[in-house]
């Protein structure tokens, strides 16, 4: 049985990729939430190798033959990656004294998506994300997980920025 998304009692989620942000993101979850049961989540993205980057203002250039065993391996490699990055995040929370899993996950759609829903399916109490602050025609391009979380998140989510050299 799923417990309820936001449940006082639920475990919180934290959004994990390695970057300064995400592990900002971890360092300032368990100085909000102490030693509180903690979900590290890496999402990955399957089919990498018959991914084909857009070709200017003409669309997507056609889709070159993959040999299948070459896309499951490079699937594997990118599944691997994200089981050691959730690892290493998993690791920081709990030196942090949060008790922390991690979860690797494979991205269904949009990243947003697959971490609402692996909130959803824990009952996560809050969703804990980076955010590295991208603007102009590069946060448009890249998009922004942060904006999906917020838009479309049933619990609490808590946006940390980045650390600044500045600060």
Not at 3 to 30: E, H, K, M, N, T
Not at 53 to 62: F, K, Q, S
Not at 124 to 129: E, I, L, M, Q, T
């Amino acid at each position: 049985m799923l417990s309820r998304v936001g449940a006082a009692d639920g475990p919180i989620l934290i959004a994990f990729d390695g970057s300064p942000a995400s592990r900002q993101a971890v360092s300032d979850a368990a100085r909000l939430f102490g030693a509180r049961s903690a979900l590290v989540v890496t999402v990955w993205e399957p089919g990498l190798a018959y991914t084909v980057p857009e070709a200017g203002t003409e669309g997507l250039l056609p889709t070159p033959m993959v040999d299948p065993s070459v896309a499951l391996n490079v699937d594997e490699a990118v599944h691997s990656r994200a089981d050691r990055v959730a690892s290493e995040g998993a690791e920081l929370a709990r030196s942090l004294g949060l008790d922390a899993k991690p979860l690797a996950v494979p991205d269904e759609r949009h990243v947003p998506e697959t971490i609402l829903r692996v909130a959803e399916e824990n009952g996560a109490s809050a969703v804990v994300v980076g955010s590295r602050g991208l603007s102009g025609l590069r946060a448009r391009l890249e998009g922004s997980t942060t904006k999906g979380l917020l838009k479309h998140a049933p619990c609490p989510v808590i946006v940390v920025h980045e650390p600044r050299d500045d600060r």
